[in-house]
C-alpha cells in the first residue's frame, strides 16, 4: 500500500482482557517495528522484526506482551491480560532496508489503546 | 547505549522569525539521523533523513544539518508559520548498522503565533 496501515485506530478494553493491534506495512519493506507512546512520553522501542531473521524483542515489557509477523508482511501485537498502565499509543513503522541506511522510517497513524 | 536529547522541551515563537531546534546523541557512530514531526493525536511525519555521508537535507523551508564529531543535528525551519505548531522529534539508530531500531529524544513542542 501506500502508507503503514494500522488497525484499529482507537480501543478501548477493559482490564483483563486480551488485546491485538494490527500493522500493515509498505509493500517490499522488510523491516517492521513497534513502539509505544505512554501520555507524555518520549517513544519507546518494543519490537523489530528484519526479514527472516529472529525478531529482536529486547524492548518487550513484559511476557504478556507479544508480536508477529506473518509472511513477512502484516505484523500483531498482542497485550494479554491488560493493565492500565497499558495504556498508551501504539506505533508501527516500516522501513526499507539497506547497508547504506538511505532510507528512513515511515510510520502509522498508530492504535491508541485505553484500559478501563 | 544511544541517548538523544532535544532542549527545550517547548519553545513559542511569533510567526515569520526563522528557529533553530537542536538535538544531541551520544554514539556518533551512526549512519544517519531522522527528523519527524507529530500532530497532537497523530502519528510521526517523517521530514528529513541525513545519511552520515552528507551534512544537511533540504526540503522546503526546513533544513537539517548533521555533525557526527560534535554528536549533534539542528534543524531550521525559515519564516516559521502558525501551521509548522506540532512537536518535532530527531531519531538516532540505536547502535551500529543501517538497520539499526531507533532512539528518539522527547521532542520539542514549537507553537508559531500569529
Known amino acids: 500500500g501506500a502508507g503503514v496501515s494500522q488497525s484499529p485506530s482507537n480501543k478501548v478494553t477493559e482490564k483483563g482482557k486480551d488485546v491485538e493491534l494490527r500493522c500493515d506495512p509498505i509493500?517490499?519493506?522488510?523491516?517492521l517495528y513497534w513502539y509505544r507512546q505512554s501520555l507524555g512520553q518520549g517513544l519507546e522501542f518494543l519490537i523489530y522484526?528484519?526479514?527472516?531473521?529472529?525478531?529482536?524483542k529486547s524492548g518487550l515489557p513484559s511476557d504478556r506482551f507479544s508480536a508477529e509477523r506473518t509472511g513477512g508482511s502484516v505484523s500483531t501485537l498482542t497485550i494479554q491480560r491488560t493493565q492500565q498502565e497499558d495504556s498508551a499509543v501504539y506505533l508501527c513503522?516500516?522501513?526499507?532496508?539497506?547497508?547504506?541506511?538511505?532510507?528512513?522510517?515511515?510510520f502509522g497513524s498508530g492504535t491508541r489503546l485505553t484500559v478501563v | 547505549k544511544q541517548e538523544v536529547t532535544q532542549i527545550p522541551a517547548a519553545l513559542s515563537v511569533p510567526e515569520g522569525e526563522n528557529l533553530v531546534l537542536n538535538c544531541s546523541f551520544t554514539d556518533s557512530a551512526i549512519y544517519n539521523l531522522q527528523w519527524f514531526r507529530q500532530d497532537p493525536g497523530k502519528g510521526l511525519t517523517s521530514l528529513l533523513l541525513?545519511?552520515?555521508?552528507?551534512r544537511e537535507q533540504t526540503s522546503g523551508r526546513l533544513n537539517a544539518s548533521l555533525d557526527k564529531s560534535s554528536g549533534r543535528s539542528t534543524l531550521y525551519i525559515a519564516a516559521s508559520q502558525p501551521g509548522d505548531s506540532a512537536t518535532y522529534l530527531c531519531a538516532a539508530p540505536s547502535h551500529t548498522g543501517a538497520n539499526s531500531k531507533l532512539t528518539f529524544g522527547k521532542g520539542i513542542t514549537l507553537s508559531v503565533r500569529p
Open positions: 522484526f528484519q526479514g527472516n531473521s529472529a525478531p529482536d
Open positions: 513503522a516500516s522501513r526499507r532496508t539497506t547497508w547504506t541506511g538511505a532510507y528512513g522510517y515511515t
Open positions: 541525513i545519511q552520515s555521508s552528507q
Open positions: 509493500s517490499g519493506h522488510t523491516a
